[in-house]
């Protein structure tokens, strides 16, 4: 490769027409980050005579060396007069494909023991987005327990999937799209820069160059948590038998769990009860028995108690409260202590997603992130890929994920990159959403609570299955 990277071929076509010819020098610039964050195209055009002018959301396509380098839309564009006021000029704002994950409907379902590309697809095809390979850059393993996306944008639930995985995996995932639009997800290892970044002395000018300086380079230790109490929402038990013996005095049961979420059937001697809300409902022709969902409690007429030894019985659910600790031991042995935190919320309605994010947060946060900032005139770094760095004066030796990217076409066909490598997944707030909790909430699914709202109390139905059996749900 030779030492000064300018002799490449350059392309720029909008809505199909060729408009290489027309971008005004040093005005060129494309940002892209690995995840939710929308990659972006920047340039100036002057109107030199072209056929027709271009306007929004007509396709833009920035080739290097005939390959797709950005691709999306046109989203913005700035007209004002040249310097020699004899001529117009164009600011073109463009997105790329990406763009159209923020303007699908939000996605809200769960995945159970199901492969990453099926979640994908299931994914794209609940929020509608058609044109992309899911299949040939997502790796195909581990297998979440459970992902949920809840009302989530489509970036947002891809987001949530890599932070995951990644935590499933134990190492790093990212995902990008690519100007082909080609879905990049896996561990950030799979995706290698084409190059290294090392000092002038000891690069080879091959396989690794030297940044235009020394990287800037730092270690924040402030933000280790290294074990994470998860605190969620509740969860609906599985069936639940009490058992009392009627002795002709005993009109209040207490059950074993509360509060009762729904009731499956009530029988006195094997014969079946029907059962009313306490406090709602009252005895009579209809009703033989009342439940108090909310202290679990089984109530018969003073008058009529079961007596003589009646075997009373009840089955029902009840809600599960949702807690896990999880913790990262390696961190714990490097550091010689433990770093807490704690994260609640309540619409995380599992065991399983109260894992995934708390194995999430600790894939962050478990260890003190370095972070940095090189700049290289080099085509080929892209945001999610890893980079090898050898500046071991600045302790930097190994392999450390891209960020960011800002590409930038100069005069002569010089490209110059500004990379910002290492730290933690940019967009883990997307993750783990906006819920109540010390720095992080969650994205996962959130059901309605039944015993919320004022029409509890007058909305409440009863009904029997098709076997006879009563079945009391609270609104």
């Not at 199909?16 to 055009?45: C, H, K, P």
């Not at 396509?61 to 390959?67: C, E, I, L, N, Q």
């Not at 290294?226 to 038990?237: A, C, L, M, P, Q």
Request: proline share 5%; net charge negative; hydrophobic share 40%.
């Amino acid at each position: 490769m030779p030492a000064i990277d300018s002799v490449h071929t350059y392309a720029l076509t909008i809505g199909g027409a060729a408009f290489y010819n027309y971008l005004l020098a040093n005005t060129l610039r494309v940002v892209e980050a690995e995840g939710s964050q929308i990659d972006t195209l920047t340039f100036q055009l002057e109107d030199t005579g072209w056929l027709s002018d271009p306007v929004e959301w007509q396709e833009v396509v920035f080739s290097v060396d005939g390959a797709p380098f950005f691709g999306g839309y046109v989203v913005k564009i700035t007209p004002t007069v040249s310097p020699a006021l004899d001529r117009r000029q164009l600011t073109m704002n463009c997105e790329s494909y990406m763009t159209l994950f923020a303007k699908t409907p939000r996605v809200t379902k769960s995945w159970a023991n199901t492969t990453p590309r099926n979640i994908v697809s299931g994914l794209f095809t609940a929020a509608g987005v058609t044109g992309f390979d899911l299949t040939t850059h997502v790796t195909n393993s581990p297998t979440p327990t459970l992902f949920t996306a809840n009302k989530a944008l489509l970036s947002e639930a891809l987001d949530s999937l890599a932070a995951q995985l990644g935590a499933l995996a134990g190492t790093d995932w990212t995902w990008r799209t690519d100007s082909s639009k080609n879905l990049w997800l896996g561990p950030a290892a799979s995706d290698p820069a084409p190059f290294g970044i090392e000092d002038i002395t000891t690069c080879d000018w091959a396989s690794s160059f030297p940044p235009n300086a020394h990287p800037t380079v730092d270690t924040d230790a402030t933000q280790i948590r290294n074990r994470i109490t998860v605190t969620g929402g509740v969860n609906t038990s599985s069936h639940q038998t009490d058992s009392f013996t009627g002795d002709g005095t005993t009109v209040l049961f207490k059950l074993t769990r509360q509060p009762v979420r729904r009731v499956v059937q009530v029988t006195v001697d094997g014969v079946l009860k029907r059962f009313g809300w306490d406090w709602v409902d009252d005895f009579g022709a209809t009703v033989d028995v009342l439940v108090n969902f909310e202290a679990g409690t089984l109530r018969f007429p003073d008058a009529s108690p079961p007596s003589g030894g009646q075997a009373i019985s009840i089955t029902y659910t009840y809600d599960v409260s949702i807690a896990t600790v999880r913790s990262d031991a390696a961190s714990y042995a490097l550091y010689g202590r433990w770093f807490d935190y704690e994260h609640e919320d309540r619409s995380i309605t599992s065991q399983a997603e109260a894992e995934a994010a708390g194995d999430a947060l600790l894939q962050a946060y478990a260890y003190g992130q370095t972070t940095g900032q090189f700049v290289v005139e080099r085509y080929g770094l892209r945001a999610g890929q890893t980079v090898g760095i050898e500046f071991p004066l600045l302790g930097l030796t190994g392999d450390y994920i891209i960020r960011q990217v800002t590409t930038e076409l100069l005069k002569g066909g010089l490209i110059r990159a500004t990379v910002q490598f290492g730290g933690i997944y940019l967009r883990l707030s997307r993750v783990l959403g906006t819920g109540a909790s010390r720095g992080a909430g969650s994205a996962y699914y959130a059901p309605s609570n039944p015993y919320s709202g004022s029409a509890v109390k007058s909305a409440h139905v009863q009904d029997y299955d098709t076997v006879g059996n009563g079945v009391f749900t609270p609104p």
